[in-house]
């Protein structure tokens, strides 16, 4: 976050401000923080919905009545006075919460639908039961991809801490955010950041936005706890087909996908893709062709992005992808020098890839912003 906001403070307020790609709406947050016009865009429904609460104005009604229906919730949820939600049908749902945990999520998930019927309300109170069903799991995410934590194994722990009291923090910890109503406005889209020119409000000044980087980390699958008990997920089949419509997904059948997936060569690429994507793919890596097959797709998915970009926007437009780059059997996969060919070929110019940090203790890996300029005229 501290990247965006140090990006887009660079630049004065009252801008159109565009991120095709959303994640949790941080983008979108720190341009209306700052007055200006945000777009952000995602293919995700959950991320989409997320984001739109993150960046909606709330009237002091709206406040009022969650904290109240929070209360009331937690009533319902205490009695046993309401039919609870079914736990959801995650794979191996015991590993991530304890009976006694999962028990009291649904519970409280039917106690928020019943106690309120304010829109705004009942979107704050969600959030909070986001907060409030990850610190009840067994899930870990002190490291880049979503483990189980090393002293629960199993997933029995007995829940031995005040749930209404972690629920209650996770209400004013929401509300006291919510109360910050941002300067500007922001619209969140679902959608594909591959079909850009099918936005409804083009014309932008500044792009801001970190894609998913080349590393094979699938979203779906660090999202699923959330995406799950608030039903934007039925089955691992779900998630499967999400992340294989999603920029670099390949969890669950995505992966067996891209094991027939072919080029259709409709795209331009970098002439150094070639040589990357046949050592990725050597004989003597384990899965060479699969994840070759993955850099392949992803470039050509991104080059599809940069090429529906420039019809969006204003000229003398500015551009900043925070991008990693990643390696595969020791190959590396200078991400930010192909994104910077492909603004090139697109017509971009100014274009440059300025190192911001190291991303671990791996010395090759690093974070990027490529930055490029729309032409005038």
Not at 52 to 65: G, H, M, V
Request: charged share 25%; net charge neutral; with cysteine.
């Amino acid at each position: 976050m501290k990247v965006v906001q140090e990006t887009i403070s660079r630049y004065e307020e009252g801008l159109k401000v565009l991120d095709p790609f959303c994640g949790t709406g941080t983008t979108a947050l720190c341009a209306v923080a700052e007055g200006h016009r945000a777009t952000t865009i995602d293919i995700n429904p959950f991320l989409t919905w997320l984001a739109r609460a993150k960046t909606s104005a709330y009237c002091a009604k709206s406040l009022a009545e969650t904290e109240r229906a929070g209360l009331a919730a937690l009533a319902l949820a205490r009695r046993r006075a309401i039919e609870p939600a079914p736990a959801p049908k995650i794979h191996k749902i015991e590993r991530w919460w304890p009976e006694t945990a999962s028990r009291f999520l649904g519970y409280l998930k039917a106690a928020i639908v019943a106690s309120t019927t304010n829109a705004q309300a009942r979107d704050l109170l969600r959030v909070a039961f986001c907060r409030t069903l990850i610190k009840l799991s067994s899930a870990a995410f002190n490291h880049q991809s979503m483990s189980f934590k090393d002293d629960d194994p199993q997933g029995q722990l007995q829940i031995d801490v005040d749930t209404d009291a972690m629920f209650l923090n996770d209400v004013r910890f929401v509300l006291r955010g919510a109360s910050d109503n941002p300067a500007g406005r922001a619209a969140v889209v679902q959608g594909d950041a591959r079909d850009l020119p099918r936005l409804p409000d083009g014309d932008f000044d500044l792009v801001v936005t970190s894609p998913p980087y080349a590393n094979r980390m699938s979203y779906i699958r660090e999202l699923r706890p959330y995406m799950y008990w608030l039903g934007h997920l039925a089955s691992a089949r779900d998630a499967g087909e999400l992340d294989w419509q999603a920029i670099g997904g390949t969890w669950g059948i995505a992966t067996s996908r891209l094991n027939a997936w072919t080029s259709r060569n409709d795209r331009w690429l970098p002439d150094a893709l070639r040589g990357i994507v046949a050592a990725i793919a050597d004989d003597d890596n384990a899965n060479g062709e699969l994840l070759a097959a993955y850099v392949a797709k992803y470039c050509e998915d991104m080059s599809r992005h940069f090429d529906g970009l420039r019809t969006v926007l204003k000229p003398g437009a500015r551009v900043h992808y925070i991008v990693g780059n990643s390696t595969f059997y020791g190959v590396l996969v200078p991400t930010e020098q192909l994104y910077a060919a492909m603004l090139r070929q697109y017509g971009f110019v100014d274009v440059a890839a300025r190192p911001i940090r190291k991303r671990n203790s791996n010395k090759a890996l690093f974070e990027f912003d490529v930055s490029a300029v729309w032409p005038e005229g």
